[in-house]
């Protein structure tokens, strides 16, 4: 028994270690998302880079139809920051939605810059703003002092909470449903065990959720967190096979044999992490 949770051990180890990174490029990158609150009219935005480039994006960069309007970047390229910030190509007009959202290789530190066509105008944030999270999001509005000066944004922190709540629930009810329907395929629930099968998987996914949202909420997906990943899921199946072993021995008289529920703890928790990894590329919100 104990080579062959050593093994699937290893094959658990390697599914997980390898299924991240066989997506490389497709994986999820670092956001800034920017709320605004107040502005009425049309308004495009872009973040003024405090680097000259990040990733695809450069101030060195030329007009490509994909950009947008023509007459909006030339505005935004001739734009001078008196900090020396840079225009890096990417703006959006965010008149109907109020939000602005720049999801791949944003600038680590920048500033919001707003431009109102009907006015020829600009307003810009008052100070430097960084990612303070993996996805950092941002609550903007415009104040003015002073009639004759320029409109300045203030922004402040606003971590979407809501959407890692959601997105932590589906996870934990996902898992749990994948996982009842191994130990039904296992025939544990007619032997008893699904009070403690529940039981025990909502205590070890709320656990490894959470350590790994701590852990994303500052750092983000990368080496360390598929290590991370990896290393929390196999305790994850050590600590399921450890509890199921000791319950079908001290509960179910034997009547259920160490082995098969091993087994169910190894299978179950490959079938729940590839169902994640699927469903991850196909509702990227939650995942």
Not at 38 to 46: Q, R
Not at 83 to 92: A, E, H, I, T, V
Request: hydrophobic share 45%; aromatic share 18%.
């Amino acid at each position: 028994m104990k080579k062959t949770m050593l093994f699937f051990l290893c094959v658990l180890t390697l599914v997980i270690s390898l299924g991240p990174a066989a997506r490389a490029d497709s994986g999820p990158k670092p956001g800034v998302t920017v709320d605004f609150v107040g502005i009425d009219g049309e308004y495009h935005v872009t973040l003024l880079s405090s680097v000259q480039s990040t990733g695809p994006h450069s101030a060195a960069n030329e007009y490509r139809d994909y950009y947008g309007s023509q007459e909006i970047f030339l505005k935004f390229k001739e734009y001078q920051d008196p900090d020396g910030y840079y225009f890096l190509g990417l703006f959006q007009e965010c008149s109907e939605t109020n939000r602005f959202a720049w999801s791949y290789y944003p600038p680590s530190e920048f500033k919001i810059l707003i431009y109102f066509p009907e006015t020829d105008s600009f307003a810009v944030s008052g100070e430097r703003l960084e990612q303070y999270a993996f996805d950092s999001y941002f609550t903007a509005e415009i104040s003015c002092s002073d009639i004759d000066a320029q409109p300045v944004i203030e922004a402040k922190k606003s971590y979407n909470y809501g959407k890692e709540i959601f997105s932590f629930v589906v996870r934990v009810v996902l898992t749990l449903a994948v996982e009842l329907v191994i130990a039904l395929m296992f025939g544990l629930l007619k032997a008893g065990m699904f009070r403690y099968i529940v039981r025990v998987n909502v205590i070890t996914q709320i656990a490894l959720n959470i350590a790994l949202n701590i852990y994303g909420y500052f750092r983000g997906p990368g080496f360390f967190y598929v290590a991370l990943y990896a290393f929390l899921e196999i305790l994850v199946v050590i600590v399921e096979a450890a509890k199921y072993s000791r319950y079908a021995d001290r509960q179910l008289d034997g009547a259920v044999s160490e082995a098969k529920v091993v087994w169910y703890a190894v299978l179950a928790n490959v079938a729940s992490f590839a169902a994640g990894v699927w469903l991850s590329m196909v509702i990227t919100y939650v995942f």
